[in-house]
């Protein structure tokens, strides 16, 4: 279809494209006017993502986010903020609301529940551009009660938004608190076996008291060491004073056993002169034969009482060696005995710290939960209470007409072209070129000189349509003659 035959169609059929248009609009303006007339009235509200200081919740992440907004706004049309709207202003105490309630579902359902849904349906909220501020919108047939039905709403919201955090925080708290009691009486249950255990050793072991043991069992390690050398070296000189006592250095370095032999030394000399000067028989030389015995007798007994003091020394020795070999197993026991009572008192002691530690994790989580049930603030915020409106929001008389204005427009061309569907009438030298498929030789024109549209489609016309100046009468059809 071209752009002429279009306008001769809707030129053929204006009465009905008007009639359409006409009609359309009148019916929308007049359905506006007799429509009640309501008002809206907003309440804004700020829903804040930075922790709350009493919360656990330490990440801001946790509140924000991507759906945050969307979220807050599905709260906001929620049942529960709706049936707290309900409650708080008394509307579920109205009789004839219960009277509607009634007629709408004949007593069937959840009384509550219909009101709720009943009253959520003027309720309109939308999110600030770029903000976390939320606009709570309410409309209603009253300016007063949309604006107490928004201000409503919003503080149904708040109160939603606190019990959200607070009752699961008292529901943690109850937790807890159960649970700290169990982990108390564990911890008292750990100390008392740690005390049980420390009364039935009779000694509070510490690493202090280890150390001293283990002190004094190296001690007596060394003190081992040095008589075990000791006694082997009396060991040596008293076998040694038993095969060649006057060869062993004790007999040899001593100084009465040296006075002794140089004595003998001396007589054994003397014996030797008076022999050769007196007889056998002399009394002197009887005499000094009588003395060199007398001093090898106490040569002897110096002799054997160096020997008797090496073994007295050996045997001291040896009984010193076994009992400091007694005192160190007896110390080594007792060392591996504390240390074996050591190893079983740090594991009560550490039942004992991880007890302590449980319980008090459990006890700080139970009181950081009761401080949140306890916190009645909310992270929302009533930026704007709303106010009566002075003009109402709908019907928009305006508006509607010019909706209906551009409806009506394009329903009466859809009439147009449906009807003419039907009435295929030749309005054109195009209809007939489309029809027929065959060349227009002329047109002839009304005496009329074609003004405006009329003459423009003239002047565009394919240069074989030739137009035969002459007209038939004013106003006639147009005589259209084609080979």
């Not at 955090?165 to 008292?170: F, K």
């Not at 594991?347 to 004992?352: A, G, I, Y």
């Given at each position: 279809m071209t752009l002429d035959q279009f306008f001769r169609i809707v030129r053929a059929r204006w009465m009905l494209f008007a009639s359409v248009l006409v009609a359309l609009v009148t019916l929308v303006v007049g359905v506006s006017v007799m429509l009640p007339k309501k008002y809206t009235s907003t309440a804004t509200?700020?829903?804040?993502?930075?922790?709350?200081?009493?919360?656990?919740?330490?990440?801001a992440g946790a509140y924000g986010g991507g759906n945050f907004l969307t979220t807050q706004i599905d709260i906001i049309k929620t049942p529960?903020?709706?049936?707290?709207?309900?409650?708080?202003?008394?509307?579920?105490?109205?009789?004839?609301?219960?009277?509607?309630?009634?007629?709408?579902?004949?007593?069937?359902?959840?009384?509550?529940?219909?009101?709720?849904?009943?009253?959520?349906?003027?309720?309109?909220?939308?999110?600030?551009r770029e903000s976390?501020?939320?606009?709570?919108?309410?409309?209603?047939?009253?300016?007063?009660?949309?604006?107490?039905?928004?201000?409503?709403?919003?503080?149904?919201?708040?109160?939603?938004?606190?019990?959200?955090?607070?009752?699961?925080?008292?529901?943690?708290?109850?937790?807890?608190?159960?649970?700290?009691?169990?982990?108390?009486?564990?911890?008292e249950v750990a100390q008392e076996k740690l005390?049980?255990?420390?009364?039935?050793?009779?000694?509070v072991v510490?690493?202090?008291?280890?150390?001293?043991?283990?002190?004094?069992?190296?001690?007596?390690?060394?003190?081992?060491?040095?008589?075990?050398?000791?006694?082997t070296d009396t060991s040596s000189r008293n076998r040694e004073v038993r095969t060649n006592p006057e060869h062993v250095a004790d007999v040899l370095n001593n100084a009465v056993i040296a006075s002794l032999k140089a004595d003998v030394a001396t007589l054994e000399a003397k014996v030797r002169e008076l022999s050769e000067t007196y007889g056998s028989a002399h009394p002197v030389l009887q005499q000094t034969e009588a003395n060199l015995d007398s001093k090898r007798r106490k040569l002897r007994d110096e002799i054997a009482k160096v020997s008797a003091s090496l073994k007295v020394n050996d045997d001291i020795n040896g009984s010193r060696e076994s009992q400091l070999a007694a005192a160190f197993e007896t110390q080594r026991k007792r060392v591996l005995e504390l240390a074996q009572q050591r190893n079983e008192l740090q594991?009560?002691?550490?039942?004992?710290e991880m007890a302590q530690r449980t319980y008090e994790l459990v006890q700080a989580r139970a009181t950081q939960s009761s401080l949140e049930g306890n916190s009645s603030q909310s992270t929302v915020y009533l930026l704007s209470e709303a106010t009566e409106s002075d003009?109402?929001?709908?019907?928009?008389?305006?508006?509607?007409?010019?909706?209906?204005?551009?409806?009506?427009?394009?329903?009466g061309l859809i009439a147009v072209m449906l009807v003419e569907l039907f009435d295929r009438r030749v309005r054109g030298p195009f209809d007939l070129i489309q029809i027929t498929d065959m060349p227009v030789l002329g047109v002839l024109?009304?005496?009329?000189?074609?003004?405006?549209?009329?003459?423009?489609?003239?002047?565009?016309?394919?240069?074989?349509?030739?137009p035969v100046l002459g007209a038939s009468g004013r106003n006639a059809d147009s005589s259209i003659t084609a080979s």
């Open positions: 509200v700020m829903a804040d993502t930075r922790p709350d200081p009493v919360s656990s919740m330490a990440a529960r903020v709706s049936t707290n709207v309900v409650t708080r202003l008394g509307i579920d105490k109205l009789p004839d609301m219960r009277e509607k309630w009634q007629q709408a579902t004949k007593g069937r359902g959840n009384y509550l529940a219909w009101l709720a849904e009943f009253v959520g349906r003027g309720l309109d909220v939308k999110p600030s976390n501020v939320i606009e709570i919108s309410y409309e209603g047939i009253d300016p007063q009660f949309a604006a107490t039905m928004a201000n409503a709403f919003a503080r149904a919201y708040i109160d939603a938004t606190v019990s959200m955090r607070v009752d699961p925080a008292r529901q943690y708290a109850e937790f807890f608190e159960e649970r700290a009691k169990l982990a108390r009486q564990k911890f005390a049980t255990a420390k009364r039935e050793k009779g000694i510490t690493d202090e008291r280890i150390d001293y043991e283990n002190a004094r069992l190296n001690e007596i390690a060394s003190q081992i060491t040095v008589i075990r050398a000791a006694r594991v009560l002691e550490r039942e004992v003009h109402h929001s709908s019907p928009r008389v305006t508006l509607n007409a010019i909706i209906a204005t551009g409806l009506g427009i394009l329903l024109p009304n005496s009329e000189k074609p003004r405006g549209l009329k003459a423009l489609l003239q002047r565009r016309m394919p240069e074989h349509i030739s």
